[in-house]
């Protein structure tokens, strides 16, 4: 065991090598506190209580301290649950399972289920480390780490999507005009802007003169565009107006 070996390495530092099969270990005391071991004579029959020698092995003894304290301190879950056979068949179904979610994500196009998939994979992958008696800290440590870091963008991707409080009107128009933004990214272009209502034939904006401003046209009969005065286009509900001039001066 690790006490005999540990004993074994300190005699042969002691002793000349070709000597060392001349030492028979006896016994370590159970408290660690001291070794014996035993010099044959040629004669075997002829040993005697003189031919014993005791040596304190307090160096062994930190040694053989640290090893026990050490494999005591290794396994994270009590060993009653390490232990139970229902878990200890579970396991490699709990590894292989947590690879399956983690290439599932990486194939996903859309970031929230990319992100979920991650939490799912990397959540398991900490608890098939959990589940062992000897558990690798490393691995565990960052499967920890990458939990927390997925399981955070996905909340933020969930309330970016689903956390906006939208009026009937708001959301009317989401649908009708900006199902391809998610609600947040909504929310937000409308709380930079406002609703206003234009006569028609009011003028919006000017051939070759600046305009801050960005129109969307949300409803009536539309917008007329001209070019050098003459009618080019027009402009129907759901379409922007200015928008080239208004991207080119940002």
Known sequence: DTSMTLLRRAFFRITNPQQLQQYNILRINQNNTKCHFLIPNTNKSSLNEQTKRTMTATTFQTKIKNTTNTSKKENILPMKVITSPTLQKSLPIIGHASYIFLASGFLMTDMLELRLLLVGGYSGLVLFHLCHAKPLRIPLRWSALFVCVNATAAALLISDRYGAALSEEEEERFKLHFSKLTRGQYYQLIQMGHVKHYEDGEVLTVEGKFCPKLYFVL?????????????VSNIDAGGFVNDVAFSQSH
């Open 219 to 231: 409803s009536g009969k539309g917008c007329k565009v001209y070019h050098h005065k003459a009618f």
